[in-house]
């Protein structure tokens, strides 16, 4: 996971028809809260806005083609999937609990809300768990203050190298604070093939950089020098392993 910069202006189309959209819902429950609250009544969410090609255009561009939570490249082996951080539908406080409704209908369409996603993070892992430090600080309604939350999970357009590191491979949480294990576990970040992909990316980037800390120097070691450069940068898969990598082992044995 690593820390995802998106531009300020949202896509059009979430300026335009999704703003009307948002308007309409939260209109629509303000009238008719109850059986909103009871699941009687759910909002019809359309995907060809919060989906569009302009919205999906831009995430990938600003997260460099990666998922928002496990670093891997998306587009090239799937399409992805627009991931709504606050789930828009229905929100649970852990798995297995109880699908609390509405879920934050008002947030369907908000940019800020909005990230890549690869399918596994979004559909087997988060669906719709968002644990907060205090469950009854919850917003359930466009009315509520949502800053009063304190979610569990981190936000990818946090500093997430405050929470979340690397040894070798493996990712933990620093200091064992609650966001970073609460957020590896539920997203299952520590995933068996998830590890194995970073193994396989650790393991060549450590015969990289034996090259290019070849004594003497062989042609070849400017070369490694500048692949070691380019991995370490943002829209590198599994950058943010990388980093501490070559902040950590690579560079102390250097």
């Known amino acids: 996971m690593i820390r995802v910069d998106k531009p300020k202006l949202a896509p059009q189309i979430l300026r335009t028809k999704g703003k009307k959209k948002t308007l309409a819902n939260c209109n629509s429950y303000t009238q ?26 831009a995430l990938t561009k600003a997260q460099h083609d990666k998922c928002c939570f496990c670093e891997s490249k998306v587009t090239h082996i799937s399409y992805g999937d627009v991931e709504h951080f606050r789930p828009k539908a229905g929100v649970r406080q852990k798995s297995g ?15 800020s809300n909005l990230f890549l996603s690869c399918q596994l993070c979004n559909q087997r892992y988060k669906e719709s768990l968002f644990p907060l430090i205090k469950q009854g600080d919850r917003a359930k309604s466009h009315n509520d203050v949502i800053n009063l939350e304190k979610p569990l999970f981190i936000n990818p357009t946090e500093d997430v190298e405050k929470f979340i590191s690397f040894r070798s491979e493996v990712i933990f949480a620093i200091d064992d604070k609650p966001r970073g294990k609460a957020t ?23 015969l990289i950089y034996e090259l290019a ?10 070369n490694a020098k500048a692949l070691i450069n380019r991995s370490i940068q943002s829209s590198s898969q599994y950058a943010s392993m990388i980093r501490c990598a070559v902040n950590a082992k690579f560079k102390s044995s250097g």
């Open 32 to 57: 008719n809260s109850k059986v909103y609250d009871e699941g009687q009544k759910k909002f019809d969410f359309d995907s060809n806005i919060y989906g569009h090609r302009t919205v999906k255009a």
């Open 213 to 222: 800390n070849l004594k003497p120097p062989v042609p070849q070691s400017k």
């Open 97 to 111: 609990a109880p699908l609390e409704r509405p879920g934050y209908y008002w947030l369907a369409y908000e940019w």
């Open 184 to 206: 590896i576990k539920a997203l299952g970040l520590d995933r068996d093939e998830l590890n194995d992909m970073r193994k396989d990316c650790y393991d060549k980037l450590e």
